[in-house]
T-cell receptor
Framework: AQTVTQSQPEMSVQEAETVTLSCTYDTSESDYYLFWYKQPPSRQMILVIRQEAYKQQNATENRFSVNFQKAAKSFSLKISDSQLGDAAMYFCAYYTGNQFYFGTGTSLTVIP | NAGVTQTPKFRILKIGQSMTLQCTQDMNHNYMYWYRQDPGMGLKLIYYSVGAGITDKGEVPNGYNVSRSTTEDFPLRLELAAPSQTSVYFC?????????????FGPGTRLTVL
């Protein structure tokens, strides 16, 4: 079974500082994709960043970047220069064979 | 473009009742998905479709049925509602395989079964 684990139910960060959210996954597949999604209080799911497992280079999207450690099955999200609008639930997700698997989420608070 | 729309936004059902959650997308996407999100949890895939006429089970399909007669619509049917089906339901779509393409999510339907 595929599993995605987010070990930090809650995190907080000062505005303008950097925070890292952790995610590990368990799989025997070689072809898969990893994602971070943001869910603000509006409940709308928003894609933050995507990583293809076959790519060694870590994905970046503006202030968001990942640290993808394939051998360790680790996929952490780094948010730089945190902004108040970054406050939300963040979900790590894994995709293979037309199936998505999500972690339980990390609630991020941004302190002004 | 309206994107992915879901109706209703909220619904309360009695145990044993049935209902259909509607999902429509206007982006000509081939892939569509239904998820449920229980309180404090991540999303779990119920069913997905790779095109009109083709559907398949996700991680938690029991108690649900789907159909995909058109590219635009992907309704989710609950038969004999049970309290365990109390959840927020999200529909999503993507043009190609979910791993290679961005999934667009609807706003969700909050369902309570009493």
């Amino acid at each position: 079974a595929q599993t995605v684990t987010q070990s930090q139910p809650e995190m907080s960060v000062q505005e303008a500082e950097t925070v890292t959210l952790s995610c590990t996954y368990d799989t025997s597949e070689s072809d898969y994709y990893l994602f971070w999604y943001k869910q603000p209080p509006s409940r709308q799911m928003i894609l933050v960043i995507r990583q293809e497992a076959y790519k060694q280079q870590n994905a970046t999207e503006n202030r968001f970047s990942v640290n993808f450690q394939k051998a360790a099955k680790s996929f952490s999200l780094k948010i730089s220069d945190s902004q108040l609008g970054d406050a939300a639930m963040y979900f790590c997700a894994y995709y293979t064979g037309n199936q998505f698997y999500f972690g339980t989420g990390t609630s991020l608070t941004v302190i002004p | 473009n309206a994107g992915v729309t879901q109706t209703p936004k909220f619904r309360i059902l009695k145990i044993g009742q049935s209902m259909t959650l509607q999902c429509t997308q206007d982006m000509n996407h081939n892939y569509m998905y239904w998820y449920r999100q229980d309180p404090g949890m991540g999303l779990k895939l119920i069913y997905y479709s790779v095109g009109a006429g083709i559907t398949d089970k996700g991680e938690v399909p029991n108690g649900y049925n789907v159909s995909r007669s058109t590219t635009e619509d992907f309704p989710l049917r609950l038969e004999l509602a049970a309290p365990s089906q109390t959840s927020v339901y999200f529909c999503a779509s993507s043009y190609s395989k979910g791993g290679t393409d961005t999934q667009y999510f609807g706003p969700g339907t909050r369902l309570t079964v009493l």
